[in-house]
């Protein structure tokens, strides 16, 4: 993992220059929101590209409160329900108890930036709730601007950010370092741990401390997941001696992306589908209120098919989760999944609405299920493609469009190249790779039409 340790600490000579400098670009952020393609000079780089992504996502650095996600008891659901509650053990004994009375506060945050658990000092809790860095809030990039949380979330890498580095301006008294906590499994990003207060918390040492807590509590919940799956496999293949599965420990998901049979994970277990049941599953899962007999053939038969046969794959279908957890046998009349599914193809939806490109495009693996002709799978895989390219072409960076035209789909896309050329500087080195590239397309496809 790329890390990014502050280059000194705000209370240093270096630290206060750094300061000054932020200090005197944020004079500057008023054309920075006009004109996202505006360079301010004097930020680190990370800042500055942070800052750029900030305006670009209209976040405001005047609102003095972040804005509340989810109230008391939508924030207690979604934490008891949230992979990272199995290891806030791990977080409190390594993190929350030694900084109760150092002036730190340590957050943990879901992976699109909303703040599950904050803890710490108390004396600090109390002054954070007058920028609402509290429970439940959002910190993202998009509602926020640069933060720690939200702009490690954005690079999937450690950060720190000192005082006025902040988009923010009421965050400017605070400085903060945040991890992204990955997965153990799928490596696929959970959430971030952050720590928050005065310089000690952009120390070099505090990047080594929160990255040492985060592989920590990913090794505690891999070895979770191990034993509870060896406590399934000692049981009797029996429902009722089957022990409740800690949904803590998981994320039940369905991987679409880029395949034609699409990987089902429910309670720590994994299963590759048929084709026919993968189409099935990435259906129920975009309903989750169900749908009818008729409505679910329509979305699976090209021009239509039989009640009788959809209740044959269904039956086929039901055996298949059977053996994986008898809690996700889909339901009848109508249609529907008991258990909540994460596809893929969800999770970029979610990640471009928050503005995190990059996280969205390292999910993004290709198109919904390629191949599938099912009327639901086609119109899941066109409007995904559509919403991530318009994304970008709106508010993506050089490097998210670079890495977008290098998807299959993307193969002849001229608009977003010249995008690319629009973004780069009149005198960057790598503009001569995006024009080799347009007169390629240009090439082949003169040849396509001469054929």
């Known amino acids: 993992m790329k890390n990014s340790v502050h280059p000194a600490v705000a209370g240093s000579d270096a630290g206060k220059l750094l300061q000054k400098r932020a200090l005197a670009g944020h004079e500057h952020l008023d054309i920075l929101r006009s004109d996202s393609a505006t360079e301010i000079s004097g930020l680190r780089r990370l800042v500055r590209e942070s800052w750029q992504r900030s305006a670009s996502l209209k976040a405001n650095p005047d609102l003095a409160e972040a804005p509340l996600a989810m109230d008391r008891d939508e924030l207690e659901q979604y934490r008891q329900d949230h992979p990272l509650a ?14 109760h009375d150092s002036g730190l506060l340590v957050a943990v945050g879901d992976d699109v930036g909303r703040l599950l658990w904050v803890d710490g000092d108390p004396v600090m809790q109390r002054r954070a709730e007058g920028m609402m860095f509290v429970a439940g809030s959002d910190w993202s990039e998009a ?12 690079l999937d890498r450690s950060i720190q950010i000192a005082g006025a580095e902040h988009f923010k301006r009421s965050a400017h008294a605070w400085s903060c370092t945040a991890v992204p906590f990955h997965d153990p499994d799928s490596g696929a990003v959970l959430g971030v741990v952050d720590i928050t207060g005065t310089d000690i918390a952009v120390a070099p040492h505090t990047v080594s401390l929160v990255e040492a807590t985060v592989a920590a509590a990913q090794a505690q919940l891999r070895i979770e997941r191990l034993q509870r799956a060896a406590a399934v496999r000692d049981r009797p293949r029996r429902r009722s001696a089957l022990p409740t599965p800690n949904q803590a420990l998981y994320r039940n998901s369905l991987q679409l992306l880029g395949r034609d049979q699409a990987l089902l994970s429910i309670a720590g277990r994994t299963v590759s589908l048929s084709a026919r049941h993968s189409e099935l599953l990435a259906i129920l899962s975009s309903h989750p209120d169900g749908l009818s007999a008729e409505d679910l053939c329509a979305e699976l038969y090209p021009g239509g098919g039989s009640p009788a046969t959809l209740r044959a794959e269904m039956v086929r279908l039901r055996k298949v989760l059977q ?10 009349r109508p249609y529907r999944l008991p258990v909540e599914l994460l596809p893929d193809s969800g999770q970029v ?19 919904v299920l390629p191949r599938s002709e099912a009327p639901g799978v086609v119109h899941l895989r066109e409007r995904l493609s559509h919403v991530l390219r318009e994304a970008l072409l709106s508010d993506g960076s050089v490097d998210s469009l670079l890495k977008y035209a290098e998807l299959p789909e993307a193969k002849y896309d001229v608009d977003v190249r010249l995008a690319v050329l629009r973004l780069l500087p009149p005198r960057s080195p790598r503009r001569a790779a995006v024009v080799i590239d347009l007169e390629r397309i240009d090439s082949e496809l003169a040849h396509k039409v001469a054929t």
């Open 86 to 99: 199995a290891i806030m053990p791990v977080i409190r004994k390594l993190l929350v108890q030694p900084s």
């Open 143 to 154: 509602s926020v601007g640069t933060s720690a949380p939200g702009t490690a979330l954005a």
């Open 323 to 332: 053996e994986l957890s008898p809690d996700a046998v889909p339901e009848s």
């Open 349 to 367: 939806l979610n990640c471009l609405q928050r503005g995190a490109h990059r996280i969205a495009l390292e999910i993004y693996k290709g198109a």
